[in-house]
């Protein structure tokens, strides 16, 4: 196997997110956490700036970059702004935080194929950030939606066909 690789995503509450792409092939490893913010150590009650993110360990050889990015935007609605279903603020934006050119370009490219598919009603609003750093969420915060099955989540598979 190659080195697993780290990709970083946002895209509202990060227990659904992390629920539905532990299940994925290739994913070895999710945590939920803080990234994209203000301040060093956040916190749930405290993480000025940053979004509500998780962090996926993939191997490569089993799905790609590109892969994990189409799957991203099938759960969850990439066209509100700083809003997922009841939640709102900055914490619930949608964002990649994209590690290298190579990541961002690939972004670039899969937001194109989302929009120009027209299955989402409305302009994707979806941003680019730069990666500096992961905090990992207190730990009542992981695997959240294993730990407690009928817990609150607004993520779903909308399309089961893939954009790319």
Not at 2 to 10: C, G, H, I, R, S
Not at 130 to 136: I, K, L, N
Not at 143 to 146: A, E, Q, S, T
């Given at each position: 196997m190659?080195?697993?690789?780290?990709?970083?995503?946002?895209g509202g509450c990060f227990w659904g997110m992390e629920d539905l792409f532990r299940k994925r092939p290739g994913i070895l490893d999710t945590e939920v956490g803080y990234t994209g913010g203000e301040n060093d150590h956040p916190t749930y009650r405290n993480?000025?700036?940053h979004a509500e993110a998780i962090e996926l360990?993939?191997?490569?050889?089993?799905t790609s970059f590109r892969e994990l990015l189409d799957y991203f935007f099938r759960i969850h609605n990439p066209t509100t702004i700083d809003?997922?279903?009841n939640d709102r603020g900055s914490s619930?934006?949608?964002?990649?935080?994209?590690?290298?050119?190579?990541?961002?370009?690939?972004?670039?490219?899969?937001?194109?194929i989302v929009e120009d598919s027209n299955k989402w009603e409305g302009k994707?609003?979806?941003?680019l950030e730069?990666?500096?750093?992961?905090?990992?969420a207190e730990p009542e915060h992981q695997?959240?939606?294993?730990r407690i099955p009928n817990g609150y989540t607004c993520h779903f598979e909308r399309f089961q066909e893939s954009f790319v």
């Open positions: 190659e080195k697993p690789a780290k990709a970083y995503l946002a993480h000025p700036g360990t993939y191997d490569p050889e089993k809003q997922q279903g619930y934006r949608s964002a990649i935080f994209f590690q290298n050119e190579d990541e961002r370009r690939e972004a670039q490219e899969v937001i194109r994707v609003v979806t941003t730069p990666f500096t750093v992961f905090w990992a695997d959240y939606l294993v």
